[in-house]
Nanobody, 123 residues
């Protein structure tokens, strides 16, 4: 199995910064795309940013220029640096990973989610 563990959420004032981390562990052979999604109360979960294993990234229009996604392939970890935070960024942030597994000589592939971390932007 694979576990994704997020950290770094919290309460921050408008204009402030936070850095989220998500570490994957388990029977991992390699990881394809990793991404961050957020879900505000009463709304659908939406993509914030995603990054390939080669480092290519894409962002939601609402966060371009403010958020930066990065990853450390050796540590199976993805990060989200969030600057110039706004109240509308308030949401639960979830990590997602496209994981290729190797167990007992057998390869498989799965889509995994973290448990979510709350980000609240408020004065």
């Amino acid at each position: 199995q694979v576990q994704l563990v997020e950290s770094g959420g919290g309460l921050v004032q408008p204009g402030g910064s936070l850095r989220l981390s998500c570490a994957a562990s388990g029977s991992i052979f390699r990881i394809g795309v990793m991404g961050w999604y957020h879900q505000a109360p009463g709304k659908q979960r939406e993509l914030v940013a995603a990054i390939t294993s080669g480092g290519s990234s894409n962002y939601a229009d609402s966060v371009k220029g403010r958020f930066t996604i990065s990853r450390d392939n050796a540590k199976n970890t993805v990060y989200l640096q969030m600057n110039s935070l706004k109240p509308e960024d308030t949401a639960v942030y979830y990590c997602n990973a496209d994981v290729y597994l190797l167990r007992s000589g057998t390869y498989s592939r799965g889509d995994y989610w973290g448990q979510g971390t709350q980000v609240t932007v408020s004065s």
